[in-house]
Structures are given as structure tokens and as C-alpha cells.
């Protein structure tokens, strides 16, 4: 099985219910949901969109900083990753809407509380995103949302001697299979200087940013990796060599070190 493409490949039930699976049984999604809620303040408001929602953790983690009569829409592109999340989280407080995010202002007519947008904003034209959700925020209303290191321009803050899972991995496959990695092809980097330059734009009011740290085992690293979509390395091996050079990785990895990853935090206001 090759490797599906990871922006544009979530469409496909097995790897959504592979991904659940994941957000169930690792606090990552939760964890981070639970952050983005309470920057956004939700005690006392009544609809929030979820933003990108995939199977709907983050969803599902809004609702329990919300009152009782609180609602979230859940929009995302991958109607596969919806019929998962209707499965294992279906209640009549989260209502689906199959879209894309550039699209929410054509779908949600009701002013938000507020719109939360978890581990995902850079897969979208943050431009038209950030013009859609300033028109369907209330005034006052708060957009809030997080951005992985790698694509946010972070850099490590310092080497580590010993390899990491994703080097072994590398490694690997280069030994047992001649594996030429590909030539990295990054997109621009969403740094707070450019992204704050767009939400003004856009019409919000206030912009502030903030990086955080979040620590991690490497047995997470393994499950997230063992998803078809994140499977690596990059490339023509299939689904099953990958899963072996992981099986192999993992053996030699070093156990004691934790995975740190570095996340820039944004939240605007309407």
C-alpha cells in the first residue's frame, strides 16, 4: 500500500479509523484541544466551530469546557474522517459539515463564540481561512489555533546526540531496502510575524502568539507513525516494508529520550 499523501489523503476510512484510534488512546489531540479551549475562553458561550474537526476529539474535549447547552460544528474536507467521528462520537451536541475550511463562511450563517482550529491550519489557504472565520465570529468572538514547530519556522533549541526514531528510520531503509531520500520540498513557513500580518488583514483585532513545549513518549511517536497517512519514509516503499523498518527503528531507538516537539500558539480576536 503506498503512502497516501498527507494534505491531501484523508479520505480513506481505514487510515481515519487508524487515526481515532490514536486520538483515543494518546493524550497529544486532547491535551493540546484542552490549551486551545481554554485560551479561548468558552465558559459562558453557547457555538463553536471546530475547524479542520477530522473524527472529532477536539470537538468532543470543547463540549466539556462549554455549558450544557453549548454546540459545536465540526467541519473538515474528509467525509471518511467524519463517518468515523460520527461512529465513536456522535452526539446531537456536534453537528457535521462536510466543507472546506475556506469554505466555513459559505456553511455557518449563526455568529460563533468562538473558532478553534487544532493541529491544522497550515494545510489550508490561511488567507481565505482567516477572511471566512472574521466573518462568522461575533465581535469580540476569539479564533484560536496551533501550528507544529516545523512549519511555524521553529528550530530545535538543542542537538541531541543520540538518533532519533525518525533518523533510524532514514537509516533503515536506506541499509535494507536503497532507499534514496527525496529532496525536501517545505512549504513557506507560517512564522507570527507573517501570520499575525495576515489576521490583521483579515480584520482582527488583536493578535497575540506564543510558543509551547510539549513532551512525549516515544511508544505515542510509534503509534502516530504506525497511521498510513504519517507512515515514513516518504516514497515507493509499501505500506508493510514501512512498517518494518519502523518495527526495527524502534528496537534500537533510545528509550529514555522523550519526544519534544515546539508548537507556536495563536489567538485572535474579532
Known amino acids: 500500500m503506498q503512502r497516501p499523501d498527507a494534505l491531501t489523503g484523508w479520505d480513506d476510512e481505514h487510515n481515519a479509523e487508524l487515526y481515532d484510534r490514536f486520538t483515543r488512546e494518546h493524550t497529544f489531540y486532547t491535551d493540546a484541544s484542552r490549551d486551545l479551549a481554554a485560551r479561548a475562553d468558552l465558559t459562558d458561550k453557547q457555538l463553536v466551530i471546530d475547524l479542520c474537526g477530522g473524527t472529532g476529539a477536539t470537538a468532543t474535549v470543547l463540549l466539556e469546557s462549554l455549558p450544557p447547552h453549548g454546540h459545536v460544528i465540526s467541519i473538515d474536507s474528509a467525509l471518511a474522517m467524519q463517518a468515523v467521528g460520527r461512529r465513536h462520537r456522535g452526539t446531537p451536541r456536534i453537528t457535521w459539515i462536510t466543507a472546506k475550511a475556506e469554505d466555513l463562511a459559505r456553511h455557518v450563517s449563526a455568529p460563533a463564540d468562538a473558532v478553534i482550529c487544532n493541529s491544522a491550519i497550515w494545510k489550508t489557504n490561511t488567507t481565505a481561512v482567516f ?28 542537538p541531541h546526540a543520540t538518533a532519533s526514531l525518525n533518523d533510524l528510520i532514514t537509516a533503515i531503509a536506506v541499509a535494507d531496502h536503497s532507499y534514496v531520500p527525496p529532496q525536501e520540498r ?83 480576536q474579532a
Do not use: C
Not at 131 to 158: C, H, K, S, W, Y
Not at 205 to 225: C, F, I, P, S
Open 131 to 158: 477572511a471566512a472565520v472574521q466573518r462568522v465570529l461575533r465581535p469580540g468572538g476569539r479564533f484560536v489555533f496551533n501550528i507544529g514547530g516545523r512549519f511555524a519556522g521553529l528550530t530545535d533549541r538543542e
Open 186 to 268: 517545505r512549504r513557506p513557513s507560517l512564522t507570527a510575524a507573517i501570520l499575525r500580518t495576515q489576521l490583521k488583514a483579515a480584520g482582527f483585532a488583536t493578535v497575540t502568539t506564543d510558543v509551547v513545549t510539549r513532551t512525549g513518549t516515544l511508544e505515542e511517536k510509534r503509534a502516530w507513525l504506525s497511521i498510513p497517512l504519517f507512515a515514513r519514509p516518504p516514497g515507493q516503499l509499501t505500506h508493510t516494508q514501512r512498517m518494518e523498518v519502523l518495527r526495527k527503528a524502534y528496537a534500537q531507538v533510545d528509550k529514555t529520550r522523550p519526544v519534544t516537539t515546539r508548537w507556536l500558539i495563536v489567538t485572535a
